[in-house]
């Protein structure tokens, strides 16, 4: 899913896979000296797929700093070494953890990992 949104992002018209059909690699072809692209129904579900997650991602109310923080969080990092990394202090960062904590009722680093995973914050 990343792959296929980072070649459309950079410029990709299309995208197919090695064993498609030469009649859809021509189809493909015509439709993008036509149509300017081509996008089969693979890349038209993770496109769908992909604004759905960001628009969820959206939904949750976090402030990009506070996304940032959380994506950090989720990894191995010390706070101190996240402080380090937004170039903030570690009791801002204290706070963007005691404010995303009281808000979405979580208790520990663990359920702050989990709610990022299961929010598509970060992949497992």
């Not at 859809?24 to 693979?42: N, P």
């Not at 960062?93 to 680093?109: E, S, T, W």
């Amino acid at each position: 899913e990343v792959t296929i949104i980072k070649m459309i992002h950079n410029g990709a018209k299309g995208y197919l896979l090695k064993d498609t059909p030469p009649e859809t690699l021509k189809l493909a072809i015509d439709e993008i000296m036509s149509q300017g692209f081509y996008h089969s129904d693979l890349v038209a579900n993770t496109l769908i797929h992909a604004f759905n997650k960001k628009q969820e991602v959206e939904d949750l109310g976090l402030k990009d700093t506070e996304m940032q923080f959380v994506k950090l969080a989720a990894t191995d990092k010390t706070y101190k070494e996240i402080a380090d990394i937004m170039n903030l202090s570690p009791k801002t960062i204290d706070g963007y953890r005691q404010d995303v904590f009281r808000r979405y009722q979580i208790k520990n680093r663990v359920g702050l990992v989990l709610f990022a995973i299961k929010n598509g914050l970060v992949e497992v």
